[in-house]
């Protein structure tokens, strides 16, 4: 061991969160499982841990590579260092009822296998307090629509990476309009070859540039959405 | 001219025709080569970095600027370029200029030929041409990372099945090299070869 390591259970709670952000930085996984499992020791709950911790982290990862400081592997190295932490802390969410913001259907469009983005919102999503029903790649509109009314979705996300897979979207949503449900969720589309332009042209609520875009993106949404239905019920 | 400075800088103008064709530096080595089998030397050519592949929202900006900036000394300007992942806005721009460009979503749709490439459908496959063979390294290795955390290249790549060498020349060291690319990234190797598929068409069609 250096003189100069860090032992993290040394460190008292502001120290171990600062010192986390920067793990979280350097996508150090198991220095991130041993954080969350120090701060669960002294009693955090485990949406704070989530909360204050990892997604603190997370936001000034998904920043800095808004600003072009850091580049998609550095990003995919902090995701896999949040989702060891978040392997921890889910079932324990679960048990202890933390806040549920809203649930979102998430999925790659039909007749394309990209997943990169689509799985960085859906775990960003979730630890905003969404919960994330992820459908994976080379989605149909049956299959996107039959999600969205099993799981009592609020949200539907759309990924795509090729400008010959995203007119896909499209699809989706004029299907959702054909039957009369497209104003029942909200429409989150996103993808490199997307713009704001093409995501009003099909007539998606918004596109959202990247991961921690779509997660404000959707809480506006969701809050608007709950106004409406709270002034419809007076 | 070499495949570097290609990559980082693009091609600086030449000639002196009365069409001036703005290209990706991927395709300067094959236009050249067509140019000369063709005697089209009408046809002057400037590339810009190929390297803008990987950040297709640097593409429009730079084609403007150069439409912009020779549209007073040729009668004619031609973008050598498909959609290149920026969403149909390079196509806009075109448009607003007042240029044509390749139909397409990417080169190694028009080496193969759109509609036979449509056709194919080949979701899982990942393509590579003869200067992305040459240029693996500057275009996929390093700027995925997989230089200094190769444990992401399944992540990456996982979704894939196959890297589809597309041959535009016979070359055993090409053949030779993009079979080892796809061993690196755990893919199955397919050779096709394209030859300059509709990119000939579509530079006949300016002569």
Redesign the interface.
Known sequence: MSDDEIILNDLDDDDLVAQMFDDLYDGLRDEIIEGVNILLARSWTPYDVLTRALVGGMTIVGNDFRDGIL????V??AANAMKGGMAILKPLLAETGAPRVGKMVIGTVK??????GKNLVGMMMEGAGFEVVDLG??NSVEKYLAALESEGADILGMSAL???T?PYMKVVIDTLKERGIRDDYIVLVGG????EE?GRAIGADAYCRDAAVAVETAKVWVARKHNRVVAAAR | MDDTSLTLDGLPPGGAGSVLLLACGALAREIIDLRAQNGWQHLDLQCLPAILHNTPDRIVPAIEALVDLHRAAYETIFVVYADCGTGGLLQAACDRLGVQMIPGPHCYSFYEGNAAFAARAEMTCFYLTDFLVRQFDAFVWRPLGLDRHPHLRDTYFGNYTTLVYQAQTDDPGLDAAARDCAARLGLIYERRFTGYGDLAAQLAALA
Not at chain 1, 111 to 116: K, N, R
Not at chain 1, 192 to 195: E, G, H, I, R, V
Request: proline share 9%; hydrophobic share 50%.
């Open positions: 580049f998609v592997p550095e995919l190295l007749g394309d296998i990209h997943d990169i790649i080379n090729l400008t010959t995203m490199a070859p997307l713009n093409f």
